[in-house]
């Protein structure tokens, strides 16, 4: 028997473009990031320049979907009707 302990996860709104999943923010519940954003020797316009809203998003032509993710801060985001 295998005893891993699997962490908790709860779906949530996730919007992909172009093959790219852009999840949801951990601590700031109003924005979404691509993979692999790496806050550490980012500038502050770097920063801003990869945060992205629903809104911006769907303008992009962005579909939505909802994954299993890890709990975020504040999942308040629901861009499904």
């Known amino acids: 028997m295998d005893d ?3 962490a908790k996860r ?3 709104a996730c919007f992909i473009l172009n093959n790219i ?12 990031v691509a993979p692999g954003m790496n806050l550490d ?4 316009d770097d920063l801003v ?15 939505a979907s909802l ?5 975020r801060t504040s999942m308040n985001i629901v861009p499904f009707n």
């Not at 020797?41 to 502050?44: A, K």
């Open 67 to 71: 994954l299993p993710l890890w709990p």
């Open 21 to 32: 999943i852009y999840l949801p923010h951990y601590t700031m519940p109003d924005y979404f």
């Open 49 to 63: 320049n990869n945060l992205y809203t629903v809104e911006d998003l769907v303008e992009m032509g962005a579909i």
């Open 10 to 12: 709860e779906p949530q």
């Open 4 to 6: 891993k302990v699997i």
């Open 41 to 44: 020797g980012m500038s502050y």
